[in-house]
């Protein structure tokens, strides 16, 4: 059978060499032709639709010397729409996830960065109530420490979608506070990167998260999240405690559910105190009883199946499902977390 399949293979191969040899020079030129024309009307239409942002911006009280500098250089990003249409999809579990997202060299190099800037994680986590070692778990995470913020200039980014039509409210919203950022003096227009999608800088924010959260904590007049730590990690806090954050409880524990448990009440919407929990059945993942906290209530959360991991999912658990509406994500920002709590 192997070898039958390797001669059908093989033939077809050099059925398809044949074919390619056989087709005249022309017919490629005349595809490339065709190709070069398509780009060329699709650039047009994009300076256009560039010229009418403008327009509407000035009309909405932006200036000119604003827009001037924010679209000296704008560009249509073909791959940005490549990449918004066709997100890659793959098939993991968490069990296949974490190790991927969290190696065993992030942990170490988490615990290196919390160790380093422990004195203004501190003072940041102090004042907004956040735990210091969830601020490094997300920068680990969404940037791995601030190294890969993205290479897309951010207002060609999001004008690109905007202009792709699918959702064009959403980025044409998230351009103009782009445009605020850069009006109020926040970054240069050429230092503005991101990703594809236009989240911005070590906390990869999106520019209306950047409004809403943004902080300058070195009181340099500027709410740099690209390239100052202390903005950075008060940026970060900011957002946990504007959104339900406890310092006083962790995120979650993997837990183990009992036969035959009922799994209507997974999901974060069914909260109960950890006793009812533990009427239930449910116990820590080595078997010992939950903690007795009657002031916690908490949800059962199943990302994958019951054979997989399990999660008694904590208020900052919805928290961080805020920041990202991925269990997986919100799991390995857990896990790294706990990594920098209890070091191995």
Request: proline share 3%; net charge negative.
């Amino acid at each position: 059978m192997l070898m039958n399949t390797i001669k059908v293979t093989a033939l077809a191969f050099c059925l398809a060499s044949s074919f390619a040899l056989s087709v005249p020079a022309f017919a490629y030129q005349e595809g490339d032709e065709k190709a070069d024309k398509k780009t060329e009307e699709v650039n047009q239409q994009f300076a256009t639709y560039v010229e009418a942002l403008k327009a509407e911006a000035i009309e909405s009280g932006y200036k000119q010397d604003t827009l001037d500098k924010a679209f000296a250089k704008v560009k249509y990003y073909e791959r940005a729409v490549e990449l918004d249409k066709n997100q890659p999809e793959f098939k993991l579990t968490l069990d296949t996830y974490l190790p991927r997202a969290v190696p065993e060299w992030k942990a170490d190099k988490a615990l290196e960065k919390y160790n380093e800037h422990k004195e203004l994680l501190e003072k940041v986590g102090k004042e907004y109530g956040v735990q210091p070692r969830f601020i490094v778990a997300l920068w680990g995470i969404e940037t791995n420490f601030g190294s890969f913020t993205g290479g897309f200039d951010v207002v060609s980014a999001l004008t690109t979608l905007a202009f792709d039509g699918r959702r064009e409210a959403f980025f044409k919203k998230q351009l103009w506070e782009a445009l605020t950022i850069i009006e109020e003096g926040h970054i240069a227009p050429e230092q503005m990167k991101g990703s594809w999608a236009g989240a911005m800088g070590q906390t990869q924010f999106m520019p209306s998260s950047f409004m809403s959260y943004a902080v300058d904590y070195d009181n340099d007049g500027k709410k740099d999240i690209w390239g100052s730590y202390p903005d950075v990690f008060a940026s970060a806090a900011n957002y946990l405690s504007s959104v339900g954050w406890k310092d006083d409880v962790t995120w979650g524990r993997q837990v183990q559910l009992p036969e035959g448990f009922d799994e209507s009440l997974a999901g974060l919407d069914t909260k109960k105190k950890l006793a009812e929990w533990a009427d239930l059945g449910i116990t820590r993942f080595d078997g010992s009883e939950l903690p007795t906290r009657d002031d916690i209530v908490a949800s059962i959360v199943i990302p994958d199946d019951n054979e997989g991991r399990v999660y008694l999912a904590y208020a900052n658990y919805d928290a961080l499902m805020r920041w990202n509406r991925s269990h997986y994500f919100v799991a390995a920002v857990g896990y790294l977390s706990d990594r920098i709590r209890f070091p191995r």
